[in-house]
């Protein structure tokens, strides 16, 4: 065989091995989840989930997964950690609604209740800034009314542009685009810096400081939700800062705490 032909016959092998390749990793995420759905229904409820996070290190995730993870927590009793899937569900819109009516059920059985302050509504207009127009689309919103007042500043040095409440016009359009980029930038350190969780084993203590020794703030028991400052957490390993639902803080070690 010439050097040709088998330059040839390498490059149709190498692309035929990639294409497989790539075949074989969006098929291998869906057998795995129907084998992991085949073992939750044969009652293999450890296997089933086993399999299930898998998938999730495999990186091939969705609502379905989650609501099904979630379900294979419930039958293991693990309360917990079942609220934790259940949330990780209600992120995608097609399982919205079925993961809300799991959670209210799951909710119900804890026998320890979080107290929930309700959130402030700068708080919640924050939320919504990063879920819905997000910080980016936010950025540029302020941007571009910035850019739209710098504008009419140029035609009038040019005389384009010229009327009597021009000058208010200009301070209008900059005090207002400036503000919304600095909310966008705001709202980006807010989503940065805070994440939410939940806590999956039966209890633990919260402490003034990550150290045992000192003094106790609380006890954050399963089911509980948190509010976790990465930003402070990064100062001490294998513990994390939070707030609790009743408005309280302190650090309480990583075990058993998942981060939405």
Not at 141 to 159: A, D, E, H, P
């Amino acid at each position: 065989m010439s050097m040709k032909k088998k330059s040839l016959t390498l490059t149709l092998l190498i692309l035929f091995l990639a294409t497989a390749g790539q075949l074989f990793a969006r098929q291998a995420p869906q057998a795995m989840f129907d084998e992991a759905n085949n073992l939750l229904e044969e009652g293999e409820l450890n296997a089933a989930m086993a399999q299930y996070r898998s998938i999730v290190e495999s990186g091939a995730v969705s609502g379905g997964l989650y609501l099904n993870m979630g379900i294979t927590a419930v039958q293991l009793d693990s309360m917990g950690l079942a609220k934790y899937y259940f949330m990780k569900a209600q992120e995608f819109e097609a399982t919205y609604e079925e993961a809300a009516t799991a959670l209210e059920y799951v909710d119900s059985q804890f026998s320890r209740q979080s107290a929930m302050l309700p959130k402030l509504p700068w708080d919640r207009a924050v939320d919504w800034i990063i879920e819905v127009p997000q910080t980016s689309g936010l950025f540029l919103l302020g941007f571009f009314i910035t850019l739209s007042g710098l504008v009419m500043v140029y035609l009038k040095w040019f005389n384009k542009l010229n009327f009597s409440k021009l000058p208010a016009v200009v301070a209008t359009l900059l005090v207002t685009g400036s503000a919304i980029a600095l909310l966008s930038f705001y709202a980006d350190y807010v989503d940065q810096r805070y994440d939410e969780a939940v806590f999956t084993h039966s209890s633990s203590r919260v402490y003034e400081s990550p150290d045992p020794e000192t003094a106790l703030v609380s006890i954050a028991y399963e089911g509980y939700e948190l509010t976790i400052d990465q930003f402070l957490s990064e100062e001490r390993e294998n513990w994390y800062y939070i707030r609790l639902g009743n408005g309280q803080y302190g650090w309480i070690p990583q075990e058993g705490v998942k981060v939405l």
